[in-house]
T-cell receptor
Framework: DAGITQSPRHKVTETGTPVTLRCHQTENHRYMYWYRQDPGHGLRLIHYSYGVKDTDKGEVSDGYSVSRSKTEDFLLTLESATSSQTSVYFC??????????FGSGTRLTVV | AQSVAQPEDQVNVAEGNPLTVKCTYSVSGNPYLFWYVQYPNRGLQFLLKYITGDNLVKGSYGFEAEFNKSQTSFHLKKPSALVSDSALYFCAVRDDSGTYKYIFGTGTRLKVLA
């Protein structure tokens, strides 16, 4: 989607390795979010940020960390990937009255 | 705590027939409600929202949603379904803590049959 990009789009990694997903926005929005999407669970919030270096946990934050050193970038790190973290990860920015704008997602497979 | 429920995992409807995708919510204050659609291998796209005002909200692609405060529901509707409407639909409520977090339902897969 215009204004927000995620990288990589697909990744396969081994159990126990660290993985970093990147979310980049060109909209200068203050709020950014990381969600994971799993069948039967919908989207669940992992972490969110309300400004540079200001982050907080969501409902499924265990095993994940985030960093936001610049307004435009929000990084999600899986410190030691596990098979339960196989999922599709979405970044979102708060678009004001139109709600969230989502990135295209990152499909992560942990083998 | 805010929550959203989508009671149907899948809805099947014949092309040309009206469709309804159900959503109920629980909030402590005034609800900010949204519907999003996800096509295969894509991110979620905004369809419509209810913040305040008319209970019938019109959105993209001919969709509308009816807000019912007494039943705490926000059902998505369309008068005449198209095969191209087949997708995954999510209802969401915005957290009222000031963080603009959204709580999503588990999603309903809509299948429109030709």
């Amino acid at each position: 989607d215009a204004g927000i990009t995620q990288s990589p789009r697909h990744k396969v990694t081994e159990t126990g390795t660290p993985v970093t997903l990147r979310c980049h926005q060109t909209e200068n929005h203050r709020y950014m979010y990381w969600y994971r999407q799993d069948p039967g669970h919908g989207l669940r919030l992992i972490h969110y940020s309300y400004g540079v270096k200001d982050t907080d946990k969501g409902e499924v934050s265990d095993g994940y960390s985030v960093s936001r050193s610049k307004t435009e970038d929000f990084l999600l790190t899986l410190e030691s990937a596990t098979s339960s973290q196989t999922s599709v990860y979405f970044c979102a920015i708060d678009g004001g009255s139109y709600g969230y704008t989502f990135g295209s997602g990152t499909r992560l497979t942990v083998v | 705590a805010q929550s959203v429920a989508q009671p149907e995992d899948q809805v099947n409807v014949a092309e040309g027939n009206p469709l309804t995708v159900k959503c109920t919510y629980s909030v402590s204050g005034n609800p900010y409600l949204f519907w999003y659609v996800q096509y295969p291998n894509r991110g979620l796209q905004f369809l419509l929202k209810y913040i305040t005002g008319d209970n019938l909200v019109k959105g993209s692609y001919g969709f509308e949603a009816e807000f019912n405060k007494s039943q705490t529901s926000f059902h998505l509707k369309k008068p005449s379904a198209l095969v191209s409407d087949s997708a995954l639909y999510f209802c969401a409520v915005r957290d009222d803590s000031g963080t603009y977090k959204y709580i999503f339902g588990t999603g309903t897969r809509l299948k429109v049959l030709a």
